[in-house]
């Protein structure tokens, strides 16, 4: 069963006495483990998409299942639960909180979990550690670089354990040399089995991925055989 099954899913504006269908009849699986880019140029829907399959807003028509639960009727409360503990979001600027340091922007999401302080110190430490930032806990992010501000995100972002990663425009604000560590970062998390879909409109980030999915006027273009070729990729690691 996928991770993520998306059917038949639009999300239609009116505007004016118009009809705008940001989303058009779209079906989408991703499985567990893949690692996946969304592209599109600006207005094309794919920031919509990324906003219904991150749980932030909910389609005009269509359903969705994440991780064997169905979405579509989830009242905000129950959405909330969701994100917090089955999605993790990294952002173009980071948005980490600046009068906390390292360790307390990733213990953020367990705070709202309910976890205990001691829990939430080994858990946050551990991900830091996947970051290669433990050393760096007792910093505030006007301390860090750009790249390390970006690593503190994905660290908060995979501190709860989440069923799959949305990244929205992740290197968008790092020099190229950032960028790319940014990258082998997300392409190691997923060889370990991490799920990671990014979001962007350069392709040549996209093509760093086993997988992408093409969005134009809100629809999903014909996939490449690329695809194919990332999941014959995963089945060579597993063996």
Known sequence: MPLVELRNVSKIYHLGGEEIRALDDISLDIEGGEFISIIGPSG????????????LDSPTRGSMKLDGTMIHGATS????????????????????????????????????????????????????KLVDL????????FQLSGGQQQRVAIARALV???KIVFADEPTGNLDSHTGE???ELFS?????????ALVTHDPEI?????????????KIAAEPDARLAGLAQRKEIAR
């Open 206 to 218: 996209a093509a760093r991925t086993p997988r992408r999915i093409e969005i134009r006027d809100g």
């Open 181 to 183: 560590a940014i990258l």
């Open 160 to 162: 709860n354990g989440p």
């Open 44 to 55: 094309s829907g794919k920031s919509t998409l990324m906003h219904i399959l991150g749980c």
């Open 134 to 141: 433990e050393n760096r806990v007792k910093h505030r992010p």
């Open 188 to 196: 190691k998390l997923t060889a370990e089995g991490r799920t990671i």
């Open 77 to 128: 409360k129950e959405l909330a639960a969701i994100r917090n503990q089955k999605i993790g979001f990294v952002f173009q600027f980071f948005n980490l909180l600046p009068k906390l340091n390292v360790l307390q922007n990733v213990e953020l999401p367990m705070i709202y979990s309910g976890k205990n302080t001691r829990e939430r110190r080994e858990r946050a430490m551990a991900a830091l």
